[in-house]
């Protein structure tokens, strides 16, 4: 039961690979890759809380996120490929680029706001990270400059988000042999003419089925109440959100094009933190 999950909120390698990669470094590629799968994956948990009617304590982004960690740690865990752990910094990393850039048009997330502050947010990722792991992962916390006061605990706080996710599969799983019902269906929208690098994404993303493949493990997997719309859309900002009203998940390709703009930027933030300098940049 744990696969059919794991395939559910991870099954995007189709249309990473179908991101424009010229002239990005193989690290960069990566990047873009691992946080366009935790994007999808994040908006998922929202989808599953919501449509499913998930016991939530705390904030639900948080759960989301948690959701979100998971299915891209589980996958892997499975295919165990040579660059999984890098995959799961370079998800903890986004949030520390957003945190340590400088960017006026960036909107600021404010300390009553529904999402934790993006250091937080790395923070949160990194420990569940290390705390998968802690006897091979020790690297992770120099390269995240995770205090050892957090670290003590964060094998613990692994443990606990493991133990919720099979939670989720036990008690909200499709019963086998129980009859196929309502369906979450793929829609894609054409891009503008402006922006050429995502109506090339649309046509990697359309024949690649990776998104039809991830619609149809979802309706087979969970007994969905009404049928759902996975959107692939141009939103007019670098943005995914799940609509708990109309019942539809929103990917926007900006999202994707902005995680390339965010990965020239990695050599700098990973030279910081091989120097010893955790804090952000002045």
Known sequence: MRVVLLALLLGLSGLTQAVPQQALHPDEVRFVTANAEFTLMHEMGHLLISELQLPVLGREEDAADQLGFMGLFLLHERQRDADFYAKLLDVADYWRLEWQRQ??????????????????????????????DPRQLEWIIQMTGLPDERAFYCQDEYLQVEHAVNWILQHFGRKAGQAAGQRLQVEYHSPPQHLPEARELLEKVRASGELEAIAERASSTFALPRDLKLIVASCGEANAWYNRISGELTLCYERILYFRELASELPRLRQQALAGESSPSP
């Open 103 to 132: 960017n006026p048009n960036a909107p600021e997330v404010r300390e009553w706001d529904s999402h934790a502050l993006d250091a937080q947010r790395f923070y949160n990722l990194a420990c569940l990270a290390y705390g998968s």
